[in-house]
T-cell receptor, first 115, second 114 residues
Framework: AQSVSQHNHHVILSEAASLELGCNYSYGGTVNLFWYVQYPGQHLQLLLKYFSGDPLVKGIKGFEAEFIKSKFSFNLRKPSVQWSDTAEYFCAVSPFSGGYNKLIFGAGTRLAVHP | ETGVTQTPRHLVMGMTNKKSLKCEQHLGHNAMYWYKQSAKKPLELMFVYSLEERVENNSVPSRFSPECPNSSHLFLHLHTLQPEDSALYLC?????????????FGPGTRLTVT
């Protein structure tokens, strides 16, 4: 079955620390990849997405993610986190199979950034 | 952000009640979705509608009944729920269901079944 695995359920960092959140998926074909973020009390919103082209994609608020096809990974990174980055982060994969393509989410990683 | 709205935001219902969740999207999208978000579990896709036709029914119990009267509105009718159905129910919309467009989410309805 297709699945998305996020390695860390909880991450605690101090401000200015670097962040990397892991995401791996199980599907051998073409995929579209997404990172969504849910700030406390707010709705899920798109952070960045990869469809094709440069495997290093940049999103909002200084986030970036790298698609490594050989590793089935799409890790999220930020060089220096801020307190306002405290949120839950969800990796999602849409396997391309023609017609209806569902979005499969990981379980999420809860990030807490301390001042 | 008012692209996708959901009402009510909070709902407490007994196991014998009947209630409905409402979702409205103001983005001109053709696809709408219901998800269930439970603690420590991935978002679970429940239903997908494309141009008002259901294209996915992800093994959801019949006590959940969706309705899509037009491409802007989506309902989830609830009856004889169980306590384990307590969760955050999210509605989303996208341009279409090809997976080539991001999904826009509403704020969710926090449901508690007593």
């Amino acid at each position: 079955a297709q699945s998305v695995s996020q390695h860390n359920h909880h991450v605690i960092l101090s401000e200015a620390a670097s962040l990397e959140l892991g995401c791996n998926y199980s599907y051998g074909g073409t995929v579209n990849l997404f990172w969504y973020v849910q700030y406390p009390g707010q709705h899920l919103q798109l952070l960045l997405k990869y469809f094709s082209g440069d495997p290093l994609v940049k999103g909002i608020k200084g986030f970036e993610a790298e698609f490594i096809k050989s590793k089935f990974s799409f890790n999220l990174r930020k060089p220096s986190v801020q307190w306002s980055d405290t949120a839950e982060y969800f990796c999602a994969v849409s396997p391309f199979s023609g017609g209806y393509n569902k979005l499969i989410f990981g379980a999420g990683t809860r990030l807490a950034v301390h001042p | 952000e008012t692209g996708v709205t959901q009402t009510p935001r909070h709902l407490v219902m007994g196991m014998t009640n009947k209630k409905s969740l409402k979702c409205e999207q103001h983005l001109g999208h053709n696809a709408m979705y219901w998800y269930k978000q439970s603690a420590k579990k991935p978002l679970e896709l429940m239903f997908v509608y494309s141009l008002e036709e259901r294209v996915e029914n992800n093994s959801v119990p019949s006590r959940f009944s969706p309705e899509c009267p037009n491409s802007s509105h989506l309902f989830l009718h609830l009856h004889t729920l169980q306590p384990e159905d307590s969760a955050l129910y999210l509605c989303a919309s996208s341009q279409d269901t090809t997976g080539s467009y991001e999904q826009y989410f509403g704020p969710g309805t926090r449901l508690t079944v007593t």
